[in-house]
């Protein structure tokens, strides 16, 4: 916050004053729900309005992060903006806002360059990588058990997920396609593989997996987002306490 780290109860002592009794139990009740086991990724999106749009999916489906591989055009510069905690320039604000809701303040993103790279760092934390792709070997999305740790990837909006991505990952995954059609908008299909994934942690135990300390350091992350000139209150209060 500001280029200074404080603890949490420290940021909660000092901000939580600062909110209504209403936002402070929404802010509890959403750290309380979230779930880090599953991490949507997207994977050479171009469209910044498709990002935005699986971000807002996912914060509301209970998400607390993001990963972005290999994003290009100016779907590319948004998450620079977003992972760096930056707000869109004057002239893409309003778009930017009107597609995603403010759901990148809540959401935490990261980003890679090469998909092989991302797959190897999510294998290193004990982590498996599924891609929604069309082809012969998918299987449905309902056979996954996301309980366990998933990297959950949509592809490019035209190519799909890149040959990189797909020979490294450990499992491609099919949408539900009863129709004519043959696949879906990538926001659509993010949406819908993300909801599946809520369903099956749902019922195989549970959705939400922080426990009561990581609940409250993200509860402190919240709290410092949702305060206006949160940095400046937390550096005057390290002020009074250093005299």
């Known amino acids: ?26 802010i509890a009740a959403v750290a309380a729900a979230r779930a880090f086991g599953v991490v949507p990724v997207l994977e050479g999106l171009v469209d910044p309005g498709n990002v935005n749009a699986v971000l807002r999916s996912a914060e ?21 903006q977003v992972e760096a905690g930056d707000e869109p320039t004057v002239e893409d604000r309003r778009a930017a806002r009107r597609s995603s809701q403010g759901a990148d303040k809540w959401v935490e993103v990261r980003s ?27 299987l449905p ?6 309980s366990r740790p998933t990297a959950l990837v949509v592809g490019n909006e035209h190519a799909g997920a ?21 696949s879906y908008n990538v926001s659509v299909a993010a949406a819908l593989a993300l909801y599946h994934a809520r369903a099956d942690r749902l019922g195989r135990g549970g959705h ?30 390290a002020r009074r306490e250093d005299t």
């Open 162 to 182: 890149s040959p990189a991505m797909l020979d490294a990952a450990d499992a491609a995954l099919l949408l539900p396609l009863d129709g004519f059609v043959q």
């Open 208 to 237: 939400a997996d922080l426990d009561g300390p990581q609940q409250r350091r993200l509860r402190a992350h919240y709290v410092a987002r949702a305060v206006p000139l949160a940095a400046a209150l937390l550096a005057e209060h």
């Open 112 to 138: 890679w360059s090469d998909p092989a790279a991302y797959v190897a760092w999510v294998h290193g934390r004990g982590g498996r990588v599924a891609v929604t792709a069309l082809r012969g070997d998918a």
């Open 1 to 26: 916050m500001g280029g200074a780290a404080y603890p949490a109860e420290t940021v909660l002592r000092t901000l939580d004053p600062y909110l209504t009794d209403e936002r402070r139990a929404r």
């Open 60 to 80: 509301g489906l209970g998400f607390g992060a993001a990963h972005v591989v290999g994003l290009e055009g100016e779907a590319a510069a948004l998450a620079a």
């Open 141 to 146: 999305i309902d056979a996954w058990d996301f």
